[in-house]
């Protein structure tokens, strides 16, 4: 099956820029999808094929998709934007063919 | 606005069977793929099930393929997961998604319901 690997956690100060990994045999070639989860609560979709943000979703959430790696980028990150947040491929030659990376903890200090 | 509410979770032995129900409003829940995906608790997110628009095909993950069984009636919009044979390892907060058709990124959520396997 086809795996996605994230960073446990990343910590990023109030103002900057916090950048998230999501690493797979050449994720280029998918369309990557970024969900955003808070605890407690149900996920919420971020950013779709690769860079693609839902109506709603602030234009400091970015994401772009190359190579090996995709990344989800919050810039000016505040304290809302803590949370636990998944990257996400459909593999067709893949079982099963929905995948999810194994998440991030994003910390605001 | 677009509302996707979960029901029937519980406690249940090993062995036993639930089933859980996703009832859909706010979109035209006949032109969407939905799907159902879980969350053992402190655990990442993990696809289970999808069906298509009209409900004539479906998929499974492994490792509930033959115990699960999603269906959908359009005309109550409402998406269902018959699980059967329930072990531990299937304890999780199980969420619907909507998707639209075609695509195969999850665009709604439900807020999920607990399904507890354990004696």
């Known amino acids: 099956s086809y795996v996605l690997t994230q960073p446990p956690s990343v910590s990023v100060a109030p103002g900057k820029t916090a950048r998230i990994t999501c690493g797979g045999n050449?994720?280029?070639?998918?369309?990557v999808h970024w969900y955003q989860q808070k605890p407690g609560q149900a996920p919420v979709l971020v950013i779709y094929y690769d860079s693609d943000r839902p109506s709603g979703i602030p234009e400091r959430f970015s994401g772009s998709n190359s190579g090996n790696t995709a990344t989800l980028t919050i810039s000016r990150v505040e304290a809302g934007d803590e949370a636990d947040y998944y990257c996400q491929v459909w593999d067709s030659s893949s079982d099963p063919s929905y995948v999810f990376g194994t998440g991030t903890k994003v910390t605001v200090l | 606005e677009v509302q996707l509410v979960e029901s029937g979770g519980g406690l249940v032995q090993p062995g036993g069977s639930l089933r859980l129900s996703c009832a859909a409003s706010g979109f035209t829940f006949s032109s969407y793929w939905m799907h159902w995906v879980r969350q053992a608790p402190g655990k990442g997110l993990v696809w289970v099930s999808r069906i298509n628009s009209d409900g004539s095909s479906t998929s499974y993950a492994d490792s509930v393929k033959g115990r699960f069984t999603i269906s959908r009636d359009n005309a109550k919009n409402t998406l269902y997961l018959q699980m059967n044979s329930l072990r531990a390892e299937d304890t999780a907060v199980y969420y619907c998604?909507?998707?639209?058709?075609?695509?195969?990124?999850?665009?709604?959520w439900g807020q999920g319901t607990l399904v507890t396997v354990s004696s």
């Open positions: 050449n994720i280029g070639s998918k369309s």
């Open positions: 998604a909507s998707a639209v058709a075609g695509t195969h990124e999850f665009q709604h």
